[in-house]
């Protein structure tokens, strides 16, 4: 069954289903992973953390979330 509403993208490498109109928060949210410790690219271009909430998915678009890990 094909849903009109979802989208395939390929999120680190993997293809992932978001809803369409899915932006870059909502994505965070939904992997419960927190925008402060993260750095985002999507289809090769690094996204600023003002523009999350903006910057609406797309199907194919291949985003690559990158974690910040402290050590010393």
């Given at each position: 069954?094909n ?33 402060n ?8 271009e ?27």
């Amino acid at each position: 069954m094909n849903n009109l509403n979802v989208a395939k993208i390929q999120l680190n490498g993997s293809s992932y289903e978001i809803n369409n109109g899915t932006n870059l928060n909502e994505l965070l949210n939904k992997l419960k992973i927190q925008k402060n410790k993260v750095a985002i690219e999507v289809n090769g271009e690094i996204i600023e953390k003002n523009k999350y909430m903006h910057l609406i998915l797309n199907k194919n678009d291949k985003v690559e979330i990158v974690h910040f890990i402290g050590g010393g």
